[in-house]
């Protein structure tokens, strides 16, 4: 997999954003996926215990309502918004970490709005 982002200076940026986001809901731990890990490949909250970050993840709650992002270091996201018991899911393609966070920050945005 091409390498485009880097998780690690995204995770920096967004860690500014969650004290806003922790105002208007309950913001779960930053969660990784480790590219070198064995298959199936678990999903962590401990950084300390990826080699080589492959994804970037985040889960926020209001009430019955929840987002999901995940970034991935290829350039894209998965988004999934379960509202009002409705789900959507959602794709953001980008190529560096300004476009990443930027699509986080924006869906987050949506989500909180």
Known sequence: MDHLIDLDELARRLTRLRPEWQRKSQVG???WRDEQAPW?????????TVKVPESLG???TSGEDEAEIIVWT???ADIGFLL?????DLYAEFQDVDGAYAAVARNVEDFLA
């Open 84 to 88: 009002d018991q409705a789900v959507t």
């Open 74 to 76: 290829g350039g894209w």
């Open 58 to 60: 985040v889960r926020l």
């Open 29 to 31: 731990p930053f969660t």
């Open 40 to 48: 199936p490949q678990p999903i962590v909250t401990d950084r300390a």
